[in-house]
């Protein structure tokens, strides 16, 4: 049997669109984004969630058993399908086995095709001693919504029933704007409508936010697992229309095709790691974006640009880098680029200062990448990519929104009250709980290796990146401490210093391209974050002996938007660290960084993650993984460690030893 800590897992099927699938090992859903069919309207944005999921019962000569589970209020587990789950497998795709009362066992397996919103689910029954079970059937009743993702569902009077029936095909449309959900599969569907109520999500109720929703379920779908397998194939729109010409092809004949196209598919990618980066890489209209994270981020700029060096940089996925730059590059206004697209209407965002200067070390790493892999950039894009990286460094040395401007002492200066514009962005109503106005220090690390890639084209940034330059190492520097401070003219008070060990500090050494500090200090500044923020997960985002300090990720949303950046550790943190713990121990220690500081992380990608990595972790021991379950830049960067920082070093498998090599 399963553990039980195992059920609550999560999995994830992305399709390419900013649509996805996702759930749970024991098949509860959990959150309210937990669906068989999400779909992308405008990819990658405008989700709604159209088949939240489906119920399923086996027949046999011995009785009817449940290989499905439901949460209810008040908290109810019903039915029991779930107490029959003895095994669980995530690749190529998700795969479950249910073993019923009678010895038959009955394997489950989903995925998502690549490309189209398409779920494919496949069921085969197997007799205790091999073969087909003989007078076995599966009955599956699908529950539909139609709704925001972020929203939830509840029975009203609008919602159609309404069924469209042709051979193997089986149409609805739930609410008359959106698409039609398409059905095909090789068993008879009986139209049988009705409410499924009260709902409960167990991951809401965590977290403080409404957890109720009803569902409706159209009818039933009846198969003969005994004459072979059961397929349901659920799309919308045209995704699943008949490409060519003449009689439609049997549901079993296109699923077989869809898994067989996903299979190859799967089977190019490198690394398990790898084919999780994929599913962060999006279509945004002619171009191409980063989905920040699952189930419920969109693209967002500074995620977008540190994602993509480890997601398309270090795997040499240059075409998708050049079409995400060139995408955002249109997206400049005033010197900046927005932190997120809304998910509709709304305008863009630009509400960060350090998404921009995120694109300029990006496009800077991208020119390198090209230029090492002999890959010519057409003159036109070229154009593109540098224009911005000219409006930018332009609008921030002349001043934009927020306060943003180039200070006398060649620094950036940034803020304006309630607003937090750095990567710690966490509010609490209209209360940014770290706004860090002034001169943050990775805001300043940033700003100097834009300075420095604008340089190579125009000298005119070479003195103020000289000036900027001699101003960190003379006023970032805490000899009390022995590290950085973490701001300096907090809130645009010259001289105030907000002294707070960080992990900000260390893109002051690793994770750019330029080193600010001297060799002692640079050494000082590794040593004192491995020692008080290094977990093996991530870099916690504040020291245990500061105040304010947080161990935990928990509680409803005031409780957790104040412990997001006081002390919870962030995987991606890792990726600058190991550079910056390189740099200063010499590139002959690649190999023990790598047994020390990678693998935990490849472990946790492997047997939690399901090939991905989270958004953020309890700062103390076991470390629980919290916040976004898929997480673009956890996953960029342990990319970026494995093939480009940690380089030339054999990969050890997960939890496994170095060869020392």
């Not at 009250?417 to 609490?428: E, I, K, S």
């Not at 121990?585 to 190999?591: C, D, E, L, M, V």
């Amino acid at each position: 049997m399963i553990e039980p800590a195992a059920m609550v897992r999560e999995w994830l099927e992305a399709d390419g669109l900013g649509g996805f699938a996702s759930g749970t090992v024991s098949g509860v859903r959990t959150r309210r984004y937990h669906a068989l069919l999400t779909v992308a309207l405008t990819p990658p944005t405008e989700r709604m969630v159209m088949v939240s999921g489906f119920d399923a019962h086996a027949v046999t000569p011995a009785g009817r058993f449940a290989i499905s589970s439901q949460r209810y209020l008040p908290d109810v587990i019903s039915p029991d399908g779930a107490s029959r789950l003895v095994d669980f497998a995530w690749e190529p795709w998700p795969r479950w086995r249910y073993r019923l009362e009678d010895g038959i066992v009955i394997e489950q397996e989903l995925f998502v095709t690549r490309g189209a919103p398409r779920a494919v689910v496949r069921w085969r029954g197997v007799a205790p001693g091999g073969g087909p079970a003989a007078g076995l059937r599966l009955e599956v009743r699908p529950l539909l919504c139609g709704r925001d993702y972020h929203a939830l569902h509840h029975e009203n009077a609008e919602l159609s029933f309404g069924a469209a029936i042709s051979g193997e095909r089986v149409t609805w449309r739930t609410y008359a704007p959106l698409p039609a959900i398409a059905s095909r599969s090789n068993g008879r569907y009986r139209h049988e409508p009705c409410w499924y109520r009260a709902f409960t999500y167990a991951e809401e109720v965590a977290r403080g936010l409404d957890h109720v929703e009803d569902l409706a379920a159209p009818g039933v779908f009846e198969f003969d697992l005994a004459a072979g397998d059961a397929v349901w194939i659920v799309s919308t729109g045209d995704a699943d229309a008949d490409a060519e010409s003449g009689p439609a092809r049997p549901a079993l004949e296109r699923a077989c095709a869809y898994a067989a196209a996903e299979r190859a598919r799967r089977a190019r990618f490198a690394t398990p790691l790898h084919r999780a980066g994929d599913a962060y890489l999006v279509r945004r209209g002619a171009g191409h974006t980063i989905i920040a994270g699952y189930p419920w981020f969109t693209d967002w700029g500074r995620d977008t640009f540190i994602a993509m060096r480890g997601l398309c940089l270090a795997t040499g996925r240059l075409d998708e880098a050049l079409g995400i730059l060139r995408e955002w590059a249109g997206a400049v206004s005033e010197g900046m680029l927005p932190n997120r697209f809304v998910d509709r209407g709304a305008a863009p965002e630009y509400n960060a200062v350090d998404a921009s200067l995120w694109y300029v070390i990006a496009v800077g790493e991208f020119f390198d990448a090209a230029a090492r892999a002999g890959r010519a950039i057409d003159e036109r894009a070229r154009r593109a990519l540098e224009g911005a990286v000219d409006a930018i460094l332009d609008g921030h040395a002349a001043g934009t929104r927020y306060g943003i401007h180039l200070d006398r002492d060649g620094l950036l200066a940034a803020g304006a009250p309630g607003v937090a514009l750095t990567w710690m962005d966490a509010r609490v109503g209209d209360r940014a709980i770290t706004p860090r106005a002034g001169k943050p220090v990775e805001i300043e690390a940033l700003w100097l290796n834009a300075l420095a890639i604008g340089a190579r084209r125009d000298p005119r940034w070479r003195a103020i990146l000289e000036r900027g330059a001699a101003s960190f190492q003379a006023r970032f520097w805490d000899p009390d401490r022995g590290h950085l401070s973490d701001v300096i003219d907090v809130d645009g008070e010259p001289g105030r210093i907000d002294p707070r060990l960080r992990p900000n500090q260390i893109l002051a050494v690793g994770g750019l391209p330029a080193v600010l500090l001297d060799e002692a200090r640079a050494r000082r500044v590794v040593d004192v974050v491995e020692a008080r923020l290094w977990t093996p997960l991530g870099l916690r985002t504040l020291a245990p002996d500061e105040p304010g300090y947080a161990a935990r990720y928990e509680g409803g949303v005031p409780a957790r938007d104040g412990a997001y950046h006081q002390g919870p550790a962030w995987p991606w943190l890792l990726g600058p660290f190991v550079e910056a713990w390189l740099r200063v121990h010499g590139r002959h220690a690649r190999a023990q960084a790598r047994a020390r500081f990678l693998a935990p992380l490849l472990a946790y990608a492997a047997e939690l993650g399901h090939g991905h990595v989270c958004e953020l972790t309890d700062a103390e021991p076991p470390h629980a993984p919290r916040g976004c379950p898929f997480q673009a830049w956890s996953v960029g960067e342990a990319l970026r460690l494995a093939l480009d920082v940690l380089a030339d070093v054999p990969a050890p498998a997960p939890g496994g030893e170095s060869d020392g090599s």
